[in-house]
Each structure stands twice: as structure tokens, then as C-alpha cells.
């Protein structure tokens, strides 16, 4: 890997829901969210992390802003522990790191006016005074490009586009380093996504911004990342640049959700095995979680877990598969 210092450290991090002992003495078994999940968030890019529901992609999203705890292992931003400074000081916190909700409407207060929903975080986290206030909600909705008289009416009275952009400005109101998007556009409609991808491109560049990018849309994630991570059963199967993810994808889950794409002139590939069984949370598997759906595992694949390893052509490009797929003009050894 090379000497980059990392804005987010992700080390060995669990999350296990439930658990714990019954009143009479027996075991209650937990769902285990994330598993043992360790990459790094570099000052300035952004991360892609996809992966079908209930892999964890949320549940990373939010221990990452400190709305969640780790059960185990930690986060740190900038070599201090998330869940420790959400505890000692949240809006320390929240000054740094920010998020944008997926549903645009419901993640704003419809009592309250876009004035005061956005005037919040510049009283509770910058300490503006009145004038200094004015100048900068002049400046967010400058930024996002919407009208200043949007100021005075509530949330609904706003397209699902527009409310977007009112919660994008919210994040950006404390000035953050960091902004964690967890599913931004697929609420909304896709000549309006490709509105708000563009005007996120722009607000990066602009005021420098980091973003980890969690979506289920493989052409959203792939236009607008610089690396992505592809997330399985809580766990990370593969991470690596977009463009070596996207053309050679090194695990065969990475595959079945690229090949499960429409795209215009391509068949219609055929299901994959209906009687697959799918982990159960409750008791995860001794070896790989995507075993049962793979059609290259073996009994190695069932019964020891694999790590992340190297690729022999690009050291970035990581996968957790004991057999990847061959890549563009390679040729199996032996």
C-alpha cells in the first residue's frame, strides 16, 4: 500500500445487534452487522462502498459519524476514536464529519423552517452571531444553488431534488472534512440524480471535501468514485480503484452484482441457483459467507474464512476469495 496518511482508519471493526444472556441463564445469539472490517478513507477522494441489502453498508455509515458504537475494534479520524469523541464531545465531532440522508424529505424537520434547520448547526456547532449567520446561509444556498427566498418555506413544499440539496447544505453548513452519503439519490429521479451527482462533484472540488459514497447502484457508485469497497454479509470481499474494479473484478460476488446490471444489447443472464441458502446472521459460517453462491468454491471455501489479499498486478486492487476470476488476458497457473 502506499504512504498515504488516511483522513478515517477503519481497524478490525465490528458491530453485533442483540446478544447477551436470557433471564434464565442461556445464550441469545446476535446479529452479527459488520465483520471484522479494516480499510482507510484518504484525504480528498471518495470511497464507494456497495453491496446488496443488509450487507452493512448503513451500518458502517453511521459508526463512522458517530451516531452507532462499535462492539468491537475502532474508527479513528485523524488518529483520534470516533465513538470515544462522539462521547466526550459530539459536536467536536460533527464539525469534522457529516451525512446526507437517503430519504431528502423525512431527514428535515417539517416544523421548521429551511432558515432554521440550516441556522442550527452555524449556532450549535460554529457559535455565529446573527450577521455572520445571514452571510453564510447566503453562501450555502448560493453553493446549492438554490433561491434565498427558499429560506422562509418548509420541507414540504419542496421536490424531492430540492430537499436534497437543502440537506447537503445542512452538512455543509459546519464546514466539514468529511461527508458520508448514504444512499443520496436513490430517492430521486434519475434526470434529477445525475443534478445532484453533478452539483456533489462541484461542492467537492470546491471546498475540498472527503466523501464515503454508500449506494446499491453500481453506475452511480462507478461515475463517481476514486476507490470502492464491495461489502458481502458484513464483510469486505473486495476493495480497490473503481476502474480496476469495474473492468476485472477479482471476487466472484463483485461479478454476480456487475453481470446482474441490465445493459442495453446484453442478454438477460439467467438467475443464479434458487435453492442457494443465504448466511444466517445469526450464526455466521466458518468459511466464506458467499460459498453456497459461488460457482468456484470448494471445501477450502466452506470451511476456512479468506482474507484480503493482493493482486499480482495492482497491489491496490484487494479481494477476499481463495479462487478469483481470471482477469482481462490472464491465464490460470498450471
Known sequence: MPDVTALIEI??????????RTLFGGHKPGVHAIQQVSLEVRPGETLGIVGESGCGKSTLARMLVGLDKPTGGAIRFKGEDVAEA??????????RVQY???????SLNPRKTIRAILEAPLIHLLGLGRSERRERLAELMDAVNLRPEFLERYPHEFSGGQAQRIGIARALAASPELIVLDEP???LDVSVQAQVLNLL????ARFGLTYVFISHDLSVVES??????????????????????FADPRHHYTRLLLDSVPVPGRPVLAPEDGNAELPDPYDPPPGCAFAARCPAADDLCRTKRP?????????????????????TGEKRAG
Open 11 to 20: 481497524d478490525a471493526v465490528e458491530r453485533v445487534f442483540g446478544g447477551g
Open 86 to 95: 462522539a462521547q466526550r464531545d459530539f459536536g467536536t465531532l460533527a464539525r
Open 100 to 106: 446526507v440522508f437517503q430519504d431528502p424529505v423525512s
Open 185 to 187: 439519490v436513490s430517492a
Open 201 to 204: 462533484d462541484d461542492l467537492k
Open 224 to 245: 463517481v468514485s476514486d476507490r470502492v469497497a464491495v461489502m458481502y454479509f458484513g464483510r469486505l470481499a473486495e476493495i480497490g480503484p473503481s476502474k480496476a474494479i
Open 307 to 327: 482474507s484480503l489479499e493482493e493482486g499480482a498486478v495492482d497491489k491496490e486492487h484487494l479481494a477476499a476469495c481463495f479462487h478469483p476470476p481470471l482477469l
